[in-house]
């Protein structure tokens, strides 16, 4: 079945520590997103690309990067320059250019702080 | 820029009764879309509805409707006949079709389905 991977579930970072989360999609969509989600704040785009080797800062870009060399594949540091990086964290993807606006999203990686 | 408001943190409904979660927007762009989005206590986010700038007539899908007033900038969702796994949080947001493929998010709104 065709979807959104995100990996890990959870994950715990250490003070001054970069982590890396993982996206991966086998929808063959063209754009990429990463929002971040905390309570009360709703989801707040983090970065997103539309093609290969291309991606936007969103508007909460500070502390994090990401890369697009593949496709399928979209993943988010989040760098220690991130000083309060505890969020839920969702991945979503979409095909554009179809007129078909729905965004499929994974199913979230929780990042809490040690 | 574009801009969702949720002005509602959470809300409370009867089952079997309706309910109208409100979503205002701002943007300048004349050609946009207006979406909604559940997420229950699992987390996933299910797409509900989507309705357009230029159609004429107001999203349906099943129980949910989209209540689409363009000149007051609004897209409040109606859910007939609640039923308790509607219980969770609902997200409106926006993309600006002439502009790139952004999509932003409102606060939300949580919904209790009460029993």
């Known amino acids: 079945d065709g979807g959104i991977t995100q990996s890990p579930k959870y994950l715990f970072r250490k003070e001054g520590q970069n982590v890396t989360l993982s996206c991966e999609q086998n929808l063959n969509h063209d754009a990429m997103y990463w929002y971040r989600q905390d309570p009360g704040q709703g989801l707040r785009l983090i970065y997103y690309?539309?093609?290969?080797?291309?991606?936007q800062k969103g508007d909460i870009a500070e502390g994090y990067s990401v890369s697009r060399e593949k496709k399928e594949s979209f993943p988010l540091t989040v760098t220690s320059a991130q000083k309060n990086p505890t969020a839920f964290y969702l991945c979503?993807?979409?095909?554009?250019?179809?007129?078909?606006?729905?965004?499929?999203f994974g199913s979230g990686t929780q990042l809490s702080v040690l | 820029a574009q801009k969702i408001t949720q002005t509602q943190p959470g809300m409370f409904v009867q089952e079997k009764e309706a309910v109208t979660l409100d979503c205002t927007y701002d943007t300048s762009d004349p050609s946009y879309g207006l979406f909604w989005y559940k997420q229950p206590s699992s987390g996933e986010m299910i797409f509900l509805i989507y309705?357009?700038?230029?159609?004429?007539q107001n999203a349906t899908e099943g129980r949910y409707s989209l209540n689409f007033q363009k000149a007051r900038k609004s897209a409040n969702l109606v859910i007939s006949a609640s039923q308790l796994g509607d219980s969770a949080m609902y997200f409106c947001a926006m993309r600006e079709i002439s502009g790139t493929y952004k999509y932003i998010f409102g606060t939300g709104t949580r919904l209790k389905v009460l029993a």
């Open positions: 309705q357009g700038s230029y159609d004429q």
């Open positions: 979503a993807s979409i095909q554009t250019g179809t007129g078909n606006e729905k965004l499929f």
């Open positions: 690309s539309q093609i290969v080797n291309d991606f």
